[in-house]
């Protein structure tokens, strides 16, 4: 039988395990899961021949086969040949518009809304940061999925809406989801308004001018909302991506940077790694996705990625190509300012975290896909596979408060992804997903491939 067969027998008995007790329900609902390599997520090597127990939708037990007590009457699930690493958590991307190839307010619909929380499920993804882009029912709908999470979902979190200045928000059709402010006072109000929101932990923050094209927050109005954030225990995230900026809204107390500290073309300089060593709770996500033009080329490699397919229709995947990109352009970027600010940061301590923005601009639709994505872009910048996958598993649930999310370990939420090769050898293998698990129940691949692709559900 295969492992994703057995997946969905396991799923169903946890699902029985819940309700009100079947006349022939086993007499344990516990399910050991043996023989796999398992990457807990923390840049230890790897367990080999791994064995851990998944029990109430959280790893009872994990270790070597002779640190784990199997409990009785457990169902054993043979995941020999695979790897296991922890399920993955985006950090930063906006929920809602993107649909296909569209991009519109009119697209910010329930359904399609759970559409991209099924997207991110199938990859892999359990947690998903939606950072300052929501309008009133993704509010509603983040509390309605908070009591009561459906099986096969990512973890919806959102920062609300962000702060800007009026009509200097991120680009269309995003523009006009951000406040729009003008005085201190209105700074305030409006963190004091996500907070009566609870929002997730962050209020995001935009400093970027567009190239010129809207004015940008001053720092008096930075300021303004980054202490009455802290005064109401709440962090701030900034959209900030000229380095001198940059500098600016960590000298005023911002808790963490939404992208890299350096528009395409500046370079990390010994002041940026003092401000950042100096405040070591900073982060920095990578999204690196961003400058994916940079990086891949016209007609990338991963437009033939199989996976692709498994989601999105040939004329989605055509549109994506990069027809005007110059052929050179991956070598400028291996060779550019992106591994070399990756590489100061690293040196200078700085945390980094998931991040791909997938659902704003071009060609970051990809939930799930886009995270995958990322992790690549990781090692192309010189992190090593250990590192990329701890900054998408632990750091990222780290950074977003997920106590029970990013690593394999006992007590954790069971969210993990069953994996066909290993992707200590090669990044690009954390895309060949056998199983996904969230919350110890196997997330139903096939029915969702059906959904997308129009194909039969095959198992
Ligand atoms: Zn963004």
Redo the contacts with the bound molecule.
Sequence with gaps: MAVHTIALIVSALLVLSGCAPPPAAPRSSAVLFEGARLIVGDERPPIENAVFVVEGGAFAQVGRAADVQAPEGALRVSLAGKTVMPAIIDA???LGYRRSASFLVENYTRENLLDHLQRLAYHGVAAFMS?GTERDLGYALRDELRAAPPAGMALFLTAGRGLAMPSGG?APPLRDAPYGVSTPEEARAAVRELGSKQIDRYVKIWVDDREGQVRKLTPELFTAAIDEAHRLGLRTIT?TQDREDVKAILRAGIDGL?HPPWRLGQEVDDELVALVKARPHVFVLLTLWGTRNQIFGPRPAWIDDPLLRETFTEEDIRLLENPKVPPDAPARWKAGVVPRGVARLKAAGVRFGLGD?AG?TNGAQYFGFGSHMEMASMVEAGLTPEEAITVATRNSAEILGLDRLGTVAAGKSADFIVLDANPLENIHNTRRINAVYLRGQAVDRAALRAKWTGARATR
Aim: proline share 11%; net charge negative.
């Design positions: 930063h991307g906006h950072m991120p959209h939404a923005d704003a």
